[in-house]
């Protein structure tokens, strides 16, 4: 097929996701802050461009996997961005997890230039982003996702289309409030345990497959065990992502106090230098 | 074989659990604050006592599975309590979910009396009773453990010997600790989706099977969307749960704000109306 597709931001997440795309036959045309951290995809084959702008004036689909949302905006709205080198009937997709707001933002702007847009983040990790094995939740027209899907499938195994402009941001912003609270949860009966003279790992075997269990509880749990901090999802970014979700309630009027008292707790231990760390390091909040 | 069992407390739980120790062929005498609460047990052959004290006469081992910790202060020190009716040798078994306190209290008085005493509460619910797939945590001496473990292992599939006196109790405070924290984010989750117009069943499918999934999630979420806010477990066992593990938090100088949070939640349902509800009508915090 003579599909060529942009992608923009090369972080641990996107080089992996340009090698599925390459794999299966994908061109793919790069363009990231450092070039320095490309190198690697480049000599893979993925053609270097300079800048947003002419990483979309040669593709058909753009893909952006940037990091904040202010990095969005520019990368779409900046002088060398996006919709200063777009022509009709091509199609953006934001995969960041970025604002609802600027999502439907996005789309707006696009449809005004007869352009798909899409907002797709994911959650996975770098290890679902290695295997394709995302989770992608797709907000935007439904006949532009249709298009996409066989990309999307590439990359995730779970596809699932959430509705208009800014849902799949949404529904990111549901995966990051469930993960909040649980995480102070899980927490909590670690600190707990220890406190009350327990073995952790025999309290994990007790109560890990019932109505206690969950995914951080099994996977956060024994590394905290093993004083193993590295990040699988940073502490900075999950602050950055209760941020969105919490200015988006405020605009819906909705109070969600667990996700504020998360956010407390988080912005506590980035406070002590755990910024860089994986969101496990909250079992430092209570040393 | 001749063991005798005596079962005080024929709930939900306790009745199910009687049926397993009949169904591998123990005769079970018992004894519940409501007579007509054990008739169908007692037609199925169990042997009605009228008081704890009286079960625990003709009894090798005892068991209690009542309700709140006075409950089960009243049934092992009460006049006409297993104290009062116990010889050497024999033990006794709370599977309640109480304090740790009074489990390590009821422990030392066996210790003087020559009598083996461990603490053993439960997770896994009705269906987990019917069904002997509990998950017991057990404390006390590992002795005593080992001689009670076939019993154990008629009424659950997931028998962990946690140490000393309390440890059960303990185990089972850090089991409800995570619970409590992961039923806010998970309601919240939903509360957002809706919010935000999004369809809660297709939010579910892009989130419960990844990082944010757990127990609760997949099983709750889906409960509430049915509106069926029937107890697997009642909001008012929870808070009193939740109590005893701030409580014991408290003697131990520890901090948990995120259960200190849930338990605030749950009072505010239960002022409402929602106390013999089942703990997914958390939803209703926000109604």
Request: a neutral charge.
């Amino acid at each position: 097929m003579g599909t060529v597709i942009g992608f923009i931001g090369i972080g641990v997440m996107g080089k992996s996701m340009v090698r599925n795309l390459q794999k299966n036959g994908y061109h793919v045309l790069i363009y990231t802050r450092t070039k320095d951290k490309a190198e690697d995809l480049i000599r893979e084959g993925a053609e270097w461009k300079e800048s947003p702008k002419e990483v979309t004036g040669q593709s058909n689909i753009v893909i952006t996997m940037v990091g904040y949302p202010h990095d969005v905006e520019h990368v779409y709205f900046g002088v060398d961005g996006i919709f200063n080198g777009i022509s009709p009937g091509k199609i953006v997709v934001d995969m960041t997890t970025s604002t609802p707001t600027l999502a439907k933002k996005i789309a707006q702007e696009a449809q005004k230039r007869g352009i798909g847009a899409l907002d797709a983040p994911v959650s996975g990790g770098d290890i679902g982003a290695r295997n394709g094995t995302l989770s992608i939740m797709v907000g935007g027209s439904k006949e532009t996702f249709e298009r996409l899907k066989p990309v999307f499938e590439i990359l995730g195994n779970n596809v699932v289309y959430q509705g208009e402009a800014g849902s799949g941001q949404h529904t990111k912003m549901c995966n990051q409030i469930a993960i909040a609270s649980n995480m102070i949860g899980v927490m909590e009966a670690l600190v707990y345990a220890r406190k009350a003279g327990l073995d952790p790992e025999k309290m994990l075997q007790s109560i890990s497959t019932g109505a206690a269990g969950s995914w951080s509880m099994s996977n956060l749990l024994p590394r905290v065990l093993k004083e193993d901090y590295s990040p699988g999802f940073f502490v900075k970014h999950f602050i950055k992502d209760m941020g969105i979700a919490l200015e988006e309630a405020h605009k819906m009027d909705l109070k969600l106090p667990g996700l504020e008292l998360a956010k407390q707790m988080y912005e506590a231990i980035a406070e002590k230098g755990e910024g860089e760390s994986g969101t496990q390091a909250l079992i430092k909040y209570w040393s």
